[in-house]
């Protein structure tokens, strides 16, 4: 499993036609090591399995044009990204779309199947797609323009629930596989900090933490946790992967304008002063008159107006991650905020080596899966 594998005990929230992919393209429970690179699951499988599954990948058909594509989706109302029987989740409503663009199913597959909650600013997957004549059955035409792909998708996906977007498509050779061939991955995740209770616009889109947060604190925590790492202490039950080492290439915390909220007076103020200072002559001194002090303080309070909370983006980088591990080590980062731990106890979790010793797991809803790297060719 992955930090984004989904489980299959989640809830049912509503039922798609689904089709079933044939026996020999079903991906392995653990996935191979390939150029000395860890997969999602961690796996060093030997040599043998690792040609098996490229082949099998690897479409033989010279009609068949696979499409490296780019969604985008809203995690809450997905039962996580891989595919299952009974309930609605990415794959399933993907493979839908497709199979009613094309007119025949398709089998799709996720470079990162996250979890029911998560989000997904760009999650890639990989779909074969063989373009046959409606007016002439059996005639086999060139493949379809990525651009044609991608707005035929998008238009049978709004048609549904709207919560799923193709925001990119290209054409990769029949062996590009989109998990296998991916470097690297880049979550994020969103604290809101603050007593009010979360906007309506927030639901399901953050993790609310009432107590103040100390930023430095977190930065610092950052720092012990950052490079390579037996990470077995921020590894949930039930993780496939054989060995618990992993690579943060990345792990960072910073301070954001707390989005979806409009400029506020003060912002808006400010952006004109700034505009004046580059256009013409201004009274020295008078921008900095209006420097923003506390990045959580940018409302002038008034009837009508909300009282904005301070928004915290944890971003965490690597090649592969452990099940859950984003989410625990969120988890640990926000204890060292609200002083519950300290930088020298975030040591001693790491060094323990166990579960037992981590925080308790910061939930699905702030988690987003914001970018796969790939070393894409220049052509097909």
Same mark, same amino acid.
């Given at each position: 499993m992955?930090?984004?594998q989904?489980?299959?005990?989640?809830?049912?929230?509503?039922?798609?036609?689904?089709?079933?992919?044939?026996?020999?393209?079903?991906?392995?429970s653990?996935?191979?090591?390939?150029?000395?690179?860890?997969?999602?699951?961690?796996?060093?499988?030997?040599?043998e399995?690792?040609?098996?599954?490229?082949?099998n990948?690897q479409?033989?058909?010279?009609?068949?044009?696979?499409?490296?594509?780019?969604? *985008?989706?809203?995690?809450?109302?997905?039962?996580?990204?891989?595919k299952?029987?009974?309930?609605?989740t990415v794959?399933?409503v993907? *493979?839908?779309?497709?199979?009613k663009f094309?007119g025949?199913?398709?089998?799709?597959?996720?470079?990162?199947?996250?979890?029911?909650?998560?989000?997904?600013?760009?999650?890639?997957?990989?779909?074969?797609?063989?373009?046959?004549?409606?007016?002439?059955?059996?005639?086999?035409?060139?493949?379809?323009?990525?651009?044609?792909?991608?707005?035929a998708?998008?238009?049978?996906?709004?048609?549904?629930?709207?919560?799923?977007?193709?925001?990119?498509?290209?054409?990769?050779?029949?062996?590009?596989?989109?998990?296998?061939?991916?470097q690297?991955?880049?979550?994020?995740?969103?604290?809101?900090?603050?007593?009010?209770?979360?906007?309506?616009?927030?639901?399901?889109?953050?993790?609310?933490?009432?107590?103040?947060?100390?930023?430095?604190?977190?930065?610092?925590?950052?720092?012990v946790?950052?490079?390579?790492?037996?990470?077995?202490?921020?590894?949930?039950?039930?993780?496939?992967?054989?060995?618990?080492?992993?690579?943060?290439e990345?792990?960072?915390?910073? *301070?954001?304008?707390?989005s979806?909220?409009?400029?506020?007076?003060l912002?808006?103020?400010?952006?004109?002063?700034?505009?004046?200072?580059?256009?013409?002559?201004?009274?020295?001194?008078?921008?900095?008159?209006?420097?923003?002090?506390?990045?959580g303080?940018?409302?002038?309070?008034?009837?009508?107006?909300?009282?904005?909370?301070?928004c915290?983006?944890?971003?965490?980088?690597a090649?592969?991650?452990l099940?859950?591990?984003?989410r625990?080590?969120?988890?640990?980062?926000?204890?060292?905020?609200?002083?519950?731990?300290?930088?020298s106890?975030?040591?001693?979790?790491?060094?323990?080596?166990?579960?037992?010793?981590?925080?308790?797991m910061?939930?699905?809803?702030?988690?987003?899966?914001?970018?796969?790297?790939?070393?894409?060719?220049?052509d097909?």
């Amino acid at each position: 499993m992955t930090d984004e594998q989904s489980s299959p005990s989640l809830p049912q929230t509503s039922q798609l036609s689904q089709n079933q992919c044939p026996d020999f393209l079903e991906r392995p429970s653990k996935l191979p090591r390939i150029d000395g690179r860890d997969f999602p699951d961690g796996g060093e499988e030997e040599e043998e399995e690792r040609e098996f599954v490229e082949r099998n990948m690897q479409s033989t058909n010279p009609g068949i044009q696979r499409y490296l594509v780019a969604i *985008e989706y809203i995690g809450s109302r997905f039962s996580g990204a891989q595919k299952q029987s009974t309930c609605r989740t990415v794959v399933g409503v993907l *493979e839908d779309a497709f199979e009613k663009f094309i007119g025949q199913p398709v089998s799709i597959f996720c470079s990162s199947r996250t979890d029911a909650g998560v989000h997904a600013l760009s999650n890639v997957c990989h779909v074969d797609v063989e373009r046959i004549s409606k007016r002439k059955p059996g005639e086999v035409l060139p493949p379809h323009d990525p651009s044609v792909v991608k707005r035929a998708v998008n238009h049978f996906l709004q048609k549904n629930e709207g919560d799923i977007m193709v925001i990119d498509v290209r054409c990769v050779p029949s062996d590009f596989h989109s998990r296998y061939k991916a470097q690297e991955r880049t979550y994020f995740y969103r604290l809101l900090s603050g007593k009010e209770p979360l906007s309506t616009f927030e639901k399901d889109r953050a993790w609310h933490v009432p107590e103040d947060l100390d930023l430095l604190a977190m930065q610092k925590a950052c720092q012990v946790l950052v490079g390579r790492h037996d990470f077995s202490s921020f590894r949930a039950a039930g993780c496939q992967a054989k060995s618990p080492i992993r690579t943060l290439e990345e792990l960072t915390i910073t *301070e954001v304008a707390s989005s979806p909220y409009f400029p506020s007076i003060l912002e808006r103020e400010q952006s004109n002063y700034a505009k004046t200072e580059t256009d013409s002559p201004c009274v020295p001194g008078m921008h900095n008159q209006h420097k923003i002090e506390n990045p959580g303080d940018l409302t002038i309070h008034g009837f009508g107006v909300r009282q904005r909370h301070r928004c915290f983006v944890v971003t965490a980088r690597a090649c592969s991650f452990l099940y859950h591990q984003v989410r625990l080590l969120v988890g640990v980062l926000k204890s060292v905020g609200t002083g519950d731990l300290t930088v020298s106890d975030v040591k001693r979790i790491l060094e323990a080596k166990t579960i037992s010793a981590a925080s308790p797991m910061a939930p699905a809803c702030g988690l987003y899966l914001g970018h796969v790297k790939y070393d894409l060719p220049s052509d097909v």
